[in-house]
T-cell receptor, first 111, second 112 residues
Framework: DAKTTQPNSMESNEEEPVHLPCNHS???????IHWYRQLPSQGPEYVIH???SNVNNRMASLAIAEDRKSSTLILHRATLRDAAVYYC????????????FGQGTILTVHP | SQTIHQWPATLVQPVGSPLSLECTVE??????LYWYRQAAGRGLQLLFY??????ISSEVPQNLSASRPQDRQFILSSKKLLLSDSGFYLC???????????FGPGTRLTVL
């Protein structure tokens, strides 16, 4: 499994954009980059995934470096409900996708 | 729409007692099913996954076992609980061809 490095914690103010970085320098060419988040006392929630191109969905945007050794999850306007632990997970897209969760980044959103 | 259920939500058990946690998925067929554990202050650890009825793969050696008696039912068991089995147990499912995983509400287990 590719190793990831994420900041232990980050803070943001409500309504401001948040950029959550992730380094995955040992990622293989076939690994997708997945992002999940976990709200307190809940199970993780899928956020977004990508391979090489930047991706957008209703929750967030994912910017992937050209060399794929890093990526950034972008929350365009943070809300209090976005306060969670965010996990960056490189993983193969196989028929039995296994995810290896690291420690993630604790995001605090201030009103 | 698909939903995933886990029960019980919380459980307090003495050391040495048996354990049975159940997970069921509705609204889909032939899902991949997963059991994770999150110990206090730690990340999620994949315990078992299953790609079909009766097919169980174990990720780490431990005091637990899993079974899949029906297509959309996944059970986590132990014959004798240890203190180290305490944690937040999460069941998840994904589509037949790899898609995002959807997690259940979890069971918080405390072994005393």
């Amino acid at each position: 499994d590719a190793k990831t490095t994420q900041p232990n914690s980050m803070e943001s103010n409500e309504e401001e954009p948040v950029h959550l970085p992730c380094n995955h320098s040992t990622i293989s060419g076939t690994d997708y980059i997945h992002w999940y988040r976990q709200l307190p006392s809940q199970g993780p929630e899928y956020v977004i995934h990508g391979l090489t191109s930047n991706v957008n969905n209703r929750m967030a945007s994912l910017a992937i470096a050209e060399d794929r050794k890093s990526s950034t999850l972008i929350l365009h306007r943070a809300t209090l409900r976005d306060a969670a632990v965010y996990y960056c997970i490189p993983a193969l897209r196989t028929s039995y996708g296994k995810l290896t969760f690291g420690q993630g980044t604790i995001l605090t959103v201030h009103p | 729409s698909q939903t995933i259920h886990q029960w019980p939500a919380t459980l307090v058990q003495p050391v040495g007692s048996p354990l049975s946690l159940e997970c069921t998925v509705e609204g889909t067929s032939n899902p991949n099913l997963y059991w994770y554990r999150q110990a206090a202050g730690r990340g999620l650890q994949l315990l078992f996954y299953s790609v079909g009825i009766g097919q169980i793969s174990s990720e780490v050696p431990q005091n637990l076992s899993a079974s899949r008696p029906q297509d959309r039912q996944f059970i986590l068991s132990s014959k004798k609980l240890l203190l180290s089995d305490s944690g937040f147990y999460l069941c998840a499912w994904s589509g037949t061809y790899y898609n995002e995983q959807f997690f259940g509400p979890g069971t918080r287990l405390t072994v005393l």
